[in-house]
């Protein structure tokens, strides 16, 4: 992105600079030596010709900034489903029951938790990413979800 900047940012200073040199020629700028004249036709040509390379170049720049937006675009609609599918997995584990552990699932059992489960709060920093989830998480979990790859048991 920053290279595409600099390329136009310079475009539009050798636009300028093209524009002055074209303000500043004509037949009035040379004398009247023929050699002179078909210096300044030449030249002229030449200025033209830089001017019309250079809006050539600064419509492909527009290409590429059309096709950079669309690419961002595409890589923000995945992000944003990526997101939903994350919210919704989220969701989905939010809502599922507590597995049994020798309760209601097992002979004779009372389906109530085991005496002493406590849950721990989410490791630190994992607390504003995942809010309660991390903590409803753990618990569904028996206390051993880790978080971060270590350092973060619970």
């Known amino acids: 992105m920053r290279e595409l900047e600099s390329l136009l940012t310079r475009l539009d ?3 300028e600079s093209l524009r002055e040199v074209r303000r500043r020629q004509g037949r009035q700028a ?4 023929f050699h002179c004249g ?3 036709s030449s030249y002229a ?3 033209g010709d830089l001017h019309e390379t250079s809006l050539k170049i600064r419509t492909k720049v527009g290409v590429i900034q059309v096709s950079l937006q669309e690419s961002a675009d595409s890589l923000a609609r995945t992000d944003q489903d990526i997101q939903d599918k994350l919210t919704i997995l989220a969701n989905r584990i939010e809502d599922e029951p507590p597995l049994p552990r020798g309760g209601a699932g097992a002979a ?8 002493g489960l406590e849950v721990a709060p989410a490791p630190f920093g994992y607390q504003s990413l995942y809010g309660d ?3 409803i998480l753990a618990a569904r979990l ?4 880790s978080f971060g790859g270590g350092g973060g048991s619970f």
């Open 108 to 115: 004779g059992g009372s389906g109530a938790q085991p005496a």
């Open 142 to 145: 028996g206390g051993q979800a």
């Open 30 to 33: 040379w004398s009247a030596i």
């Open 38 to 40: 078909e210096f300044d």
């Open 133 to 135: 989830r991390a903590t």
């Open 45 to 47: 040509r030449s200025i």
């Open 13 to 15: 200073k050798i636009s």
